[in-house]
């Protein structure tokens, strides 16, 4: 939504950096993790996850790194590009369920 | 083509006056949700249902209502509006399978209560 970024910690980058937006989860029951990006207006979409039992997890221009030591999530955008510029969050899943608590989302500005 | 479908996109009401948002889902998924996002609070779940028939709170359940008469259709149920209850609100799906159940996001209803 419009107004979804007030009050988000913001993470402001150039055009072709590569951007780096962390989270920290809760609940070290949790077996699996997403990244979504919300654009202005639309909904939520996914964009990368993993579980558990993995540290790291690459696709197109982005990959996911998992330390389950610190319950840290991270996602790095490569080559970051205007059309990143939206609202990412985290989510995870705790085992067992199918209930997703989400972060309260990072947003990320990139500047021509 | 897989989609979320939410309706209405926009909606404005008065208090007390009862209203429902439709969501239905393509994709055959047993699990299906309510969220409502608010500036800073991020995306808070109302609802959720496993299966036809089978419906549970979620964080912010009070004020409103589901059901699951159907598979593909999860319908949000507001019986009496409250200015509180202006937000933007997500339905989504997805499969029970595990280890992966990515959820899949309806594009939002924006309500505004006055």
């Known amino acids: 939504g419009e107004n979804v970024g007030l009050h988000l910690p913001t993470l402001s980058v150039q055009e072709g950096d590569n951007s780096i937006i962390n989270c920290a989860y809760s609940?070290?029951?949790?077996?699996?993790f997403i990244w979504y990006k919300q654009e202005s207006g639309k909904g939520p979409q996914f964009i990368i996850d993993?579980?558990?039992?993995?540290d790291k997890r690459q696709g197109q221009r982005v990959t996911v790194l998992l330390n389950k030591t610190v319950k840290h999530l991270s996602l790095q955008i490569a080559a970051t590009q205007p059309g990143d510029s939206a609202v990412y969050f985290c989510?995870?899943?705790?085992?067992?369920?199918?209930?997703?608590?989400f972060g309260k989302g990072t947003m990320l500005l990139v500047s021509p | 083509e897989a989609q979320v479908t939410q309706n209405p996109r926009y909606l404005i009401t008065v208090t007390g006056k009862k209203l429902t948002v439709t969501c239905s889902q393509n994709?055959?998924?047993?699990?299906m949700s309510w969220y409502r996002q608010d500036p800073g609070l991020g995306l808070r779940q109302i609802y959720y249902?496993?299966?036809?028939?089978?419906?549970d709170k979620g964080d912010v359940p009070e004020g409103y209502k589901v059901s699951r008469k159907e598979k593909r259709n999860f319908p949000l149920i507001l019986e009496s509006p409250s200015p509180n209850q202006t937000s933007l609100y997500f339905c989504?799906?997805?499969?029970?399978?595990?280890?992966?159940?990515?959820?899949?996001f309806g594009a939002g209803t924006r309500l505004s209560v006055l």
């Open positions: 989510a995870e899943r705790k085992e067992g369920y199918s209930t997703l608590t």
């Open positions: 993993i579980r558990s039992n993995m």
């Open positions: 249902s496993m299966n036809v028939e089978v419906t």
């Open positions: 989504a799906s997805s499969s029970n399978s595990v280890p992966k159940n990515i959820q899949y």
């Open positions: 609940n070290s029951a949790s077996d699996y």
């Open positions: 994709m055959n998924h047993e699990y």
